[in-house]
């Protein structure tokens, strides 16, 4: 690879990795992206601005150093690069795949707003750790000295993982329990391997667990272990379980068999992809095969449901959306993907109630925009006598998470949550209402992003290290 000089947006146009065609990769759960090969990636690197004010770090709840390994990039030094992605951010390589770019560091990047193409960072990103993995670069977790000290972290989920790679480097013994038989939380069993692959997870996985952490897989704490238990074994408790409590639909049918709920669509699918035998998704309960799919709901997670539905051989798929294009939380690149794939949006229309048991339609309401909520986002309204009747086999729930009920579950009524249901935690130090007790990403923010757990665990994995020192600092008082 030559060394590329930078700022060369005006001469070298924005391009992103090839994108696999829309027929063959709707038949397959394999990364529809490409890898850059290493001129590509250093071409587009090299369009980098290097202003003064980046406004990409800025806007990436990381703030990794964006411009600093383009540059290097830029000039074939991938190794530096690697270290300074890594240096800022535990899995560089999950975030260049599944992070919203668009709404984060590439929607903010400066020569995009200047109209010349932002510059491709996240498969930039996804470029240099892939090739620090293939070359050797990712050492194993080895801390210089291991520290007596035990952490405790429930939920293996990219918060609850970052977490434990730092505690780890300073030597503190980490044991994470997990309701699942695998760990990764959503990055396993919530996210479609056309988006990322779960080999890219386990290796991680498997980072973790040769450097010594201790998994404990299927066990639900409150039932097969007690909360009060792993406060007692351990010097200090890092709450990382996400929230999956699913928001329900309301309305006459609702309650029918054929009307699922998003994360049991998709962790069944999922599951399917790792080998394991899935009685719902043989009977046909979980699976889209032959069904007309209806998918409610207009967020990432409703992206990955109707893409897998392509993927399950579904006879048509429809996602149904209350507000427009324009106002929709979900990744427009996904739309564009989802789009490509043959998937139908039918904007600013909502369920009313369903048909049958086991459902055979929706009953459609369609809506418009009027007036903006709390949050400045403009409220959809219903037409009235605009109703019709939407043909359905499946439909699936993608309509966003709630947290669960943890102090109730875990029989720990001084654990303190907001009015949400969120558990209340420093914004800064992440420490809950329960002393030596942290809590980090969605279980505290509310449904977010993977970036946002990281950044939380990495923080959190610092608070924890000052509370541990902080014994000895009063004994050597």
Not at 7 to 22: D, G, N
Not at 83 to 96: D, K, L, V, Y
Not at 454 to 461: K, L, Q, T
Request: glycine share 10%; aromatic share 6%.
């Amino acid at each position: 690879m030559s060394k590329r000089k930078m700022l060369q947006f005006v001469s070298v146009a924005k391009e992103m990795p090839q994108k696999r065609a829309a027929d063959a990769r709707a038949h397959d759960f394999d990364e529809i992206y490409d890898e850059f090969s290493d001129d590509r990636a250093a071409d587009q690197a090299s369009r980098c601005s290097q202003c003064g004010v980046p406004y990409c770090q800025t806007h990436c709840p990381l703030h990794n150093n964006i411009p600093d390994w383009l540059r290097l990039t830029a000039e074939g030094r991938l190794r530096e690069a690697y270290e300074m992605s890594q240096a800022t951010n535990t899995f560089p390589e999950i975030c260049g795949r599944i992070c919203p770019q668009d709404r984060l560091c590439e929607g903010n990047c400066v020569i995009e707003q200047s109209g010349h193409g932002t510059v491709t960072i996240g498969s930039i990103e996804k470029y240099i750790t892939d090739t620090a993995w293939d070359e050797g670069w990712v050492l194993p977790i080895t801390p210089h000295e291991e520290r007596a000290e035990s952490v405790a972290i429930i939920g293996a989920g990219p918060g609850g993982m970052a977490a434990a790679d730092a505690l780890r480097r300073a030597g503190v013994q980490v044991t994470i329990y997990d309701r699942n038989d695998r760990a990764g939380g959503l990055l396993t069993y919530g996210i479609p391997g056309f988006k990322l692959e779960k080999d890219v997870v386990m290796r991680r996985v498997a980072q973790l667990e040769q450097a010594g952490v201790e998994f404990v897989l299927n066990c639900n704490v409150g039932t097969d272990i007690s909360f009060d238990a792993i406060r007692g074994k351990h010097d200090a408790v890092l709450i990382a379980t996400g929230v999956y409590k699913s928001r329900d639909l309301a309305g006459p049918g609702a309650g029918a068999s054929g009307i699922v709920r998003a994360l049991d669509y998709l962790t069944a699918s999922n599951r399917v992809g790792f080998g394991d035998e899935v009685a719902e998704f043989d009977s046909g309960a979980l699976n889209a095969m032959g069904k007309r799919v209806v998918v409610i709901g207009g967020g990432d997670t409703a992206m990955d449901c109707v893409r897998t539905a392509i993927r399950q051989g579904a006879e048509s798929v429809k996602c149904l959306y209350r507000r427009d294009r324009a106002n929709m939380p979900g990744s427009q690149r996904e739309v564009q993907n989802a789009e490509e794939e043959g998937v139908e949006f039918v904007w600013l229309s909502a369920p009313k109630g369903f048909a049958g048991d086991p459902v055979d339609a929706v009953m459609v309401q369609k809506m418009r925009l009027g007036t903006p909520d709390a949050s400045g986002r403009q409220s959809p309204e219903v037409i009235e006598g605009a109703d019709y009747v939407e043909p359905a086999d499946l439909v699936i729930k993608a309509l966003g998470f709630e947290p669960e009920d943890l102090p109730t579950l875990w029989g720990e009524t001084a654990l303190e949550v907001t009015r949400w249901g969120t558990i209340k935690a420093d914004f800064r130090s992440h420490e809950t209402s329960l002393p030596g007790v942290f809590a980090v990403g969605d279980i505290v923010r509310g449904a977010s992003l993977v970036v946002w757990a990281i950044r939380d665990g990495r923080e959190a994995a610092d608070s924890i290290l000052a509370y541990l020192a902080q014994p000895a600092q009063v004994a050597a008082e």
